[in-house]
């Protein structure tokens, strides 16, 4: 019974049984919401989400307040430079993904030497990136055309690519396996979770705490630089702070799928129950023709409503 | 004339007496020392005095009046002024306001007296004229201040207290000669006023330089009370030991001598640094070097800063033959140094996660490891955890789900598979249970008969004596005396610790 009872209550059980029901509501409030072309629509939202969010996810676990809020910049950065590289040329796509790549990291970079170097908090640390990046943003939008994507990117991103499923629900399929493998089956993961949850006992017993900290926000860097990259195949073309708008459900999507914010502890498959959970909702939301400020009021009271769960959760344990 | 008097105070914390029977008379006009190993229940007559601990029983008299303590400002009221050892000065605050900290002089009802908190804080800082260090003034912030200040202010602080019963909890470890011999002159002035002093140090020498009499306490009981012209140093220590306190440390079951043709494990020549100073000693392969003394004599610091988790100013290190400098646990634990810490939840618990996971990353570091196969290490982690006796269901259930021992071993099952050269140990059986230390100290044995060097700090001396080869004995940072064979005694443990010689 209470095995049943633990089960039920693991984050990622929930999340699932939240999606089920709010796709049933979806339908109910809108015949048509349910329908494959529409689920396959809403999955690749949630992986756009879900890749952002698999960067927010490794800052998480890694403890110390650890927490990337730039990661709607390096979006529409990345979907920027990607667009101006490959100006809707298929041949650029290539020097454009190294680009956005080297983008994100430099940017994850200077984020993971401000917080270990600096020791500057990685909220404050990361919240002055997406200034510096915002900033960015508008200098470089006087001076160069916004871009345009390259046919195949848009495919890849909106075509069915392989088994009638789109290429971009492919790769984030193939994320989530590489990130679990990462997470469980290597060293770099177990000392991902080992500072996350005593920094000090793990730099005693020798874990290299301030390199693997730096890592991780260059892999959140990365991460969000992939998702700048499909977001202008998703789009067409890359608009004013197209990332804008995924910095906090990202960080939602991470604490649905019960990674504690206080660090070590956690794991991405949640996250992606999170991500496709939110992206529904978000759904259901303009279905019921709510305004994006709406919207964002309903994902800030989710997420406090998810810490005084977790929270009290927490308490009650110790 | 009786200032206070304690008769019969006893104080439990659950199961555990602290305080048996605890007797005290403070008379006006004397400096009474307290007198009491780790341990013995001195702290906690304290705390019963300053009113932070209630007592169970026993009567408390001010001045021949019965009273009740209720908290600390009752304790104030009754005229008790104390000195804490934990420092507990405001940080951000200057020196002025932290002496007058206790109470703050006030005018028109609300607002802060500044002219009378400078004239109350020049009367103190003038008592310590000329040895308080340069840029010590009024106005400097304690946190900028060196230790030894703050100290003083410390002491400054429960001077100006004006109690006429005023209590030291060792106030001159941090102290330089000038500064103790000018603290010492100021009680004496108290005295001839008529105060009472209640004063507690580990250094015989300040003892015999300031105290009037003595009163001895041991397992939570007040032995007696003595004057201390009429006795010596060893009569002292003495009745702290207690009986017995003679009989040489058992030699059956470690050997005293050890084959010093297998070389030496550890070497160190002239280590200093943030809280110790030269310090030398060799540990042999198949050694164990104890390391004794009061608590927080540098023990731990020498121990942490070998490993590179503490600050060596300088001196040299070899592990075996190579020199060895620590930059870090990292380049420690390469070159073949282990260390197992007492403070688990702080330097060795990865809480939350599996027992496992806590085992490994030593191995980790040192075979370089890139992946990790659960399957493949289940056959490392295992052997080393059942080398000790270790107690677990599965290798996958957290850590937290086993007892403070069994996690203790978990930790040092992580030196286990790939084996060092040498083991620190850092008073590493501190709140497990019997049973688990005698698991401990079974494999240590085995470790040293192994062929690996040893240091075991302990804080308890029945450790210790029962395990170490030889003992150096730690005093204000520095090794004040060696015990080796049969000087390996629990009264020559305690001579040395106390520096009565």
Known sequence: MSRINSFLRQPIVVALVLIVFLLYLGEALSPGFATGGQILRLLIVASLLGIIAAGQNVVILGGREGIDLSVGGVVSLSAIIAGNVMNGADGGILPAVGACLAAGAFFGLLNGLGVTLLRIPPLVMTLGMLGVLQGLLVVIRMGIPSGQAAPALSRFVTQPFAYGIPGIIWLWIMIGIVMALMLNRTVFGHRIYAIGSNEHAAYMAGVPVGIIRIALFVISGMFAAIAGLCLLGYSGTSFANVGEQYMLPSIIAVVFGGTSLAGGKGGYTGTMAGAVLLVILQSILTTINIEESGRQMVFGATLLLLMMFYGRGRAMRA | ?501
């Open chain 2, 1 to 501: 004339m009786s200032k206070l008097k304690l008769s019969g105070v006893s104080k439990a914390y659950g199961a555990t007496l602290a305080l048996r029977r605890g007797d005290l008379e403070v008379m006006a006009g004397e400096v009474h020392v307290l007198m009491g190993s780790n341990g013995s229940g001195k702290s906690t007559l304290c705390k019963i005095i300053a009113g932070s601990v209630r007592p169970d029983s026993g009567r408390i008299l001010v001045d021949d009046q019965p009273v009740t303590i209720t908290g600390p400002r009752s304790a104030r009221a009754h005229g008790i002024g104390i000195f804490y050892q934990e420092l507990s000065l405001a940080a951000h605050r200057s020196v002025g306001e932290n002496i007058s900290l206790g109470r703050l002089p006030v005018k028109a009802g609300v607002f802060v007296d500044r002219s009378e908190l400078r004239q109350r804080a020049a009367r103190y800082i003038g008592l310590f004229d000329g040895v308080s260090g340069e840029e010590f003034s009024a106005e400097a912030l304690v946190g900028s201040l060196r230790p030894d200040q703050r100290q003083l202010v410390e002491i400054m602080k429960a001077l100006a207290s004006e109690a006429p019963l005023l209590i030291f909890d060792e106030p001159t470890s941090a102290l330089d000669r000038a500064q103790v011999e000018r603290f010492f002159e100021i009680l004496r002035d108290l005295k001839r006023r008529g105060r009472g002093i209640v004063f507690i140090s580990h250094r015989m020498d300040e003892i015999k330089a300031i105290g009037d009499r003595v009163t001895i306490i041991r397992d939570g009981e007040t032995i007696t009370t003595l004057n201390l012209n009429d006795t010596d140093p060893a009569t002292v220590i003495r009745l702290m030991v207690g009986g017995a306190g003679d009989m040489p440390a058992s030699q059956s079951s470690v050997p005293a001598v050890v084959d010093a043709e297998r070389g030496a494990a550890l070497t160190v020549r002239n280590l200093s640094g943030r809280g110790f100073s030269d310090v030398s000693f060799e540990v042999a392969r198949g050694e164990i070097l104890g390391f004794g003394g009061l608590h927080g004599q540098g023990q731990s610091a020498v121990l942490r800063g070998i490993f590179g988790a503490g600050a060596v100013t300088s001196g040299k290190i070899l592990i075996g033959e190579e020199s060895f400098d620590a930059s870090g646990p990292r380049k420690a634990i390469r070159c073949g140094c282990a260390y197992v810490s007492g403070d688990r939840a702080r330097d060795g618990v990865i809480s939350g996660r599996p027992i496992i996971e806590n085992v490994t990353p030593i191995h980790y570091l040192r075979d370089r490891l890139m992946i990790a196969r659960p399957r493949k290490l289940r056959h490392k982690v295992a052997p080393a955890l059942q080398s000790m006796q270790t107690k677990f269901a599965s290798l996958f259930h957290p850590i937290s789900s086993l007892s403070g021992g069994n996690q203790q071993k978990v930790i040092i099952a992580r030196w286990l598979i790939d084996r060092p050269d040498v083991l620190l140990l850092d008073d590493p059986t501190k709140g497990i249970d019997l049973s688990a230390k005698a698991d401990l100290f079974a494999l240590i044995r085995q470790l040293a008969a192994d062929g690996l060097g040893i240091v075991l700090y302990s804080s308890e001396d029945a450790e210790l004596l029962g395990n170490a080869n030889r003992i150096l004995v730690f005093n204000g940072g520095s090794v004040s005396r060696e015990l080796t064979g049969a000087d390996r005694t629990r009264y020559n443990l305690y001579q040395a610790a106390y520096e009565a010689a």
